[in-house]
Structures are given as structure tokens and as C-alpha cells.
């Protein structure tokens, strides 16, 4: 049961877009389609942004999107916000009736 | 509108115990699986535990099995999470989650567990 792997931290300007990544083995990111990503605000919890990699719960905006190449996951964040900076996590399916975080990512808006 | 509200968390000495409460509203515990989740200070989210649907299936992360228990209280429509030789590593925040598929679609605030003598 290892963590998936992100970046510790990402930045971006108001309006650039940035991607977080996720990267896992075959026996979690890469064998399901069951990954998620999860936004923490500052001593808040955790909100669900993205389900089955690429789908948006309702009320979320469309400028977040999720996506899978391999054993990577991403969440890309475009026409960036001030209220966008957050920590974000990625989370995956590991088979097993397992599921593995990512270590969370810390995105500032510059 | 779906609330969760954890409670039953403190200060407790290594080996020590306690029983975490997450108390649902604006839905039906029965009907969905449910999952423990902590946070230890400034780290990242780490699966504790899910309990199924129908109540039968309980699953543990390596890091805690064999010492913590799921459970829930239909009537009391309340999700619980027995912790036992408890371990200055337990110390963390937990969560408590609705799912939704293979996904948490809606999470509690959290109780602190503080693991020290």
C-alpha cells in the first residue's frame, strides 16, 4: 500500500493553467478507472473535485479537468483563481478493496 | 443536505484506546458505504478503513489492522472506528466519508487523536 506520488508544489499566475500530477503502478492508477482528486482548503476538509479520472461532480467548475496516461493521473486547473490555491490530493482504487492517496500537492496562485 | 460530524477523538497515551463517532444526517447510512480517512500534522490523506453497503465487509489499511475496528449503528444512522494499541503514529486527524462509487463524495470536519504519554 504505497502512496501515489505528486509534486510537493505547483504555482501559477491568475489566468495560466497548471497541472498537478499523480503517478502510481499498474496495480492502482494504472489497472482502474477509479481515480479521484480532492481539494483541501486551509483547515477545511477535503472536497471532492474529480471522480472516475475525468468526471466533475455537480456544482464544480469546467475549469478543473482530470485525465490518465499510463500509470500517471493529472489534474489540470485552467483560467486559475486566487480562491483555487488549496492543497490537492490525488487518490486511486488499488484492488483489494484498497484505495492509496498521494502525498498532496500545494498550489499557489502567484 | 448530507452532514457528517465526528467526534470521540483526544489525547490517549501509547497502547491506549478509543472509539471514534461520525454521526450522518440528510441520508441513509444503510445505503452506502462508508470509510475512515486521517491526516497526520502536514502530511497528506491516508485510507484507514471502509465499511460495505450491506454492513458485512469491513477493510483495513496494513497500518492498522488487527488494531482498529468499523463499525456502524443503523438506528442511530452512525458510523464508528474502534482504535486500539494505539501508537504515536496514529496521531492524526480523522475523517469520516460518504462514498460515492469508488470515490468520497462528502467528508466530516474531523476529530483529533493525539497519541503521547
Known amino acids: 500500500q504505497s502512496a501515489l506520488t505528486q509534486p510537493r508544489s505547483v504555482s501559477g499566475s491568475p489566468g495560466q493553467s497548471v497541472t498537478i500530477s499523480c503517478t502510481g503502478t499498474?496495480?492502482?492508477?494504472?489497472?482502474?478507472?477509479?481515480v479521484s482528486w480532492y481539494q483541501q482548503l486551509p483547515g477545511k476538509a477535503p472536497k471532492l473535485m474529480i471522480f472516475?479520472?475525468?468526471e466533475r461532480p455537480s456544482g464544480v467548475p469546467d475549469r478543473f479537468s482530470g485525465s490518465k496516461s499510463g500509470n500517471t493521473a493529472s489534474l489540470t486547473i485552467s483560467g486559475l483563481q486566487a480562491e483555487d490555491e488549496a492543497d490537492y490530493h490525488c487518490c486511486s482504487y488499488a484492488g483489494n478493496y484498497i484505495w492509496v492517496f498521494g502525498g498532496g500537492t500545494k498550489l499557489t496562485v502567484l | 443536505e448530507v452532514q457528517l460530524l465526528e467526534s470521540g477523538g483526544g489525547l490517549v497515551q501509547p497502547g491506549g484506546s478509543l472509539r471514534l463517532s461520525c454521526a450522518a444526517s440528510?441520508?441513509?447510512?444503510?445505503?452506502?458505504?462508508m470509510r475512515w480517512v486521517r491526516q497526520a500534522p502536514g502530511k497528506g490523506l491516508e485510507w484507514v478503513s471502509t465499511i460495505s453497503v450491506d454492513g458485512a465487509g469491513t477493510y483495513y489499511a496494513d497500518s492498522v489492522k488487527g488494531r482498529f475496528t468499523i463499525s456502524r449503528d443503523i438506528s442511530k444512522n452512525s458510523l464508528y472506528l474502534q482504535l486500539n494499541t494505539l501508537r504515536a503514529e496514529d496521531t492524526a486527524l480523522y475523517y469520516c466519508?460518504?462514498?460515492?462509487?469508488?470515490?468520497?463524495?462528502?467528508w466530516g470536519q474531523g476529530t483529533l487523536v493525539t497519541v503521547s504519554s
Open positions: 440528510g441520508f441513509t447510512l444503510k445505503n452506502y458505504a
Open positions: 499498474s496495480r492502482d492508477v494504472g489497472g482502474y478507472k477509479y
Open positions: 466519508a460518504k462514498t460515492s462509487g469508488d470515490s468520497f463524495d462528502s
Open positions: 472516475d479520472v475525468t
